[in-house]
């Protein structure tokens, strides 16, 4: 490969990191063609995209990208890495490995790190937590729930008291 070749993979890479903001690095080595093919596929189905890319060509686009990623230099650019891109939700990633172990009895992929709105999370021991993780809309759906609680109650109660609370407001004014 030549250094104009690595250049180019290394600004479309770029690219791609900046267009989404959650990314997965992981390890599938050691897992063959058939698996990797297979989680692939079910990557593809849950609108995931995994790419390999060389770990020297990972550091660079990181490194020219807002966020400090040089935590991932130590132990996350290290040996095979594969990028999951998620567009869509941050905890999809974290889901599809725990689905694809957890389907074939497997150890891999092992989570290196994540990046979710450029929070760091380094190792396969924070899966769980990302797992845990709500999303933006979640979040915001339960804090409009939360809301809208006291207001449903209080239209509740004029409506289930019906004539008697509009009979308690009629006394209170004729006094």
């Known amino acids: 490969?030549?250094?104009?070749?690595?250049?180019?993979?290394?600004?479309?890479?770029?690219?791609?990191?900046?267009?989404?903001?959650?990314?997965?690095?992981?390890?599938?080595s050691g897992m063959?063609?058939?698996?990797?093919?297979?989680f692939r596929r079910l990557c593809f189905e849950s609108g995931v995209r995994y790419e390999?890319?060389?770990n020297s060509l990972i550091k660079k686009a990181l490194g020219r990208l807002?966020?400090?990623?040089?935590?991932f230099n130590k132990d996350v650019l290290k040996g095979f890495s594969g990028i999951l891109f998620a567009p869509e939700s941050a905890k999809v990633p974290a889901e599809?490995?725990?689905?694809?172990?957890?389907k074939?009895?497997?150890e891999k992929p092992v989570l290196k790190a994540a990046s979710i709105d450029s929070a760091l999370f380094i190792g396969d021991n924070q899966l769980d937590v990302l797992l845990r993780m709500k999303s933006k809309q979640e979040i915001v759906g339960e804090i409009?729930?939360?809301?809208?609680?006291?207001?449903r109650r209080v239209v509740g109660a004029v409506k289930s008291g019906?004539?008697?609370?509009?009979?308690?407001?009629?006394?209170?004014?004729?006094?």
């Open 1 to 28: 490969m030549t250094k104009d070749e690595k250049y180019e993979i290394v600004d479309q890479l770029v690219g791609k990191l900046e267009n989404v903001e959650h990314f997965y690095i992981a390890d599938t």
């Open 32 to 38: 063959t063609v058939a698996q990797i093919n297979n």
């Open 52 to 54: 390999v890319y060389k």
């Open 66 to 71: 807002d966020t400090d990623y040089s935590s």
């Open 96 to 102: 599809l490995i725990k689905k694809y172990r957890d």
């Open 104 to 106: 074939n009895k497997s």
């Open 144 to 151: 409009i729930g939360l809301l809208q609680s006291p207001m």
């Open 162 to 175: 019906g004539g008697r609370v509009a009979g308690v407001i009629k006394a209170i004014a004729d006094k």
